[in-house]
């Protein structure tokens, strides 16, 4: 299963949504999440919501700033607001069946959208 979404280049202070995308419904016991990864660093967790009773959780670099929520049954955003230059990275969706916050336990990861942020 392949997820899809769709980054952009914004200024410093401003604000892009992304959305990601699934071929079929999500189902309520998965755990949908966001991750990014800059040049040079691994891929770090940014945020993830439990696609069944709604509830999230986000990095601390973006706590106040990100929303993740959902949209309809196949399809979340991640709303990013007050964006910095170091949100600069490639942003990736992916599916887990675990609450977790490490990459290693989520799969149907999408190709990944480029989001750059200039100062």
């Known amino acids: 299963v392949q997820l899809q979404a769709s980054g952009g280049l914004v200024q410093a202070g401003g604000s892009l949504r992304l959305s990601c995308a699934a071929p079929g419904r999500i189902f309520s016991s998965a755990v949908m999440g966001w991750f990014r990864q800059a040049p040079g660093k691994g891929r770090e967790f940014v945020a993830l919501?439990?696609?069944?009773?709604?509830?999230t959780r986000y990095a601390d670099s973006v706590k106040g700033r990100f929303t993740i929520s959902k949209h309809n049954a196949n399809t979340m955003y991640l709303q990013m607001n007050a964006l910095k230059p170091e949100d600069t990275a490639v942003y990736y969706c992916a599916r887990s069946t675990a609450y977790s916050l490490s990459a290693g336990d989520f799969g149907s990861w999408g190709q990944g959208t480029l989001v750059t942020v200039s100062s």
């Open positions: 919501i439990r696609w069944g009773v709604g509830s």
